[in-house]
């Protein structure tokens, strides 16, 4: 029987898997930051009167966003991975129950789903820090600059470390990603109502 940590670190040696891994975080990451933007500058917009209602509507948003991330990869890896077990057995003309390849490929959806689900939680939590010192140290309206200031940081070093993989220039990559933040503000503030 492989253990979990045997499975983890062989899993973890694939490009393929670790790939996909790192689309699903970066991907769900990307909207929940952009989410919790979105959020914060419409909660203070609107007159929300404190920091602590700003995080538990934030919090809200990871919960929804986070499950939706969660669930559906793992739906999605399991209808392509039960179609890959498939494919194999008819050419194989066997069945692959309990094989190293379903175990492999169940801990793959696992890390696939994980990952998808921590890239929301942290887009959107990271932002809502500032909230927490409403109040004592900031008002809402520098709470949510300095949100949005760590949205786009966030978003900053997502696209800093996709273009360091990809070859490109890191911090064209990170102003590419960072930029897409201060758009969702800009048009968040603008928006009429």
């Known amino acids: 029987m492989v253990s979990i940590r045997q499975l983890l670190t062989r899993l973890l040696g694939k490009e393929d898997v670790r790939a996909i891994s790192r689309r699903y975080f970066v991907s769900n990451g990307f909207d929940g930051t952009l989410t919790s933007i979105g959020v914060v500058v419409g909660a203070v917009l609107s007159g929300v009167p404190d920091g602590l209602t700003v995080v538990k509507i934030g919090l809200g948003a990871a919960v929804g966003l986070g499950t939706s991330a969660v669930w ?11 179609a890959e077990v ?12 309990d094989t190293r390849i379903q175990r492999e490929q169940r801990g793959a959806r696992v890390l696939h789903a994980t990952m998808s689900g921590l890239g929301p939680l942290i887009g959107i939590v990271v932002p809502l820090v ?53 758009v969702v503000a800009v048009i968040n503030y603008v928006m009429p109502g």
């Open 86 to 97: 498939l494919r194999i057995e008819r050419a194989m003309l066997t069945d692959l129950d």
């Open 130 to 182: 500032p909230f927490f010192f409403e109040g004592a140290l900031l008002t809402m309206g520098e709470a949510a600059l300095v949100a949005v200031g760590l949205g786009v940081g966030v978003l900053g070093v997502f696209g800093a470390y996709m273009g360091s993989i990809s070859g490109q220039r890191w911090y064209v990559a990170a102003a590419r990603m960072g930029l897409a933040g201060l």
């Open 72 to 82: 559906s990869v793992w739906e999605i890896e399991r209808a392509e991975t039960r």
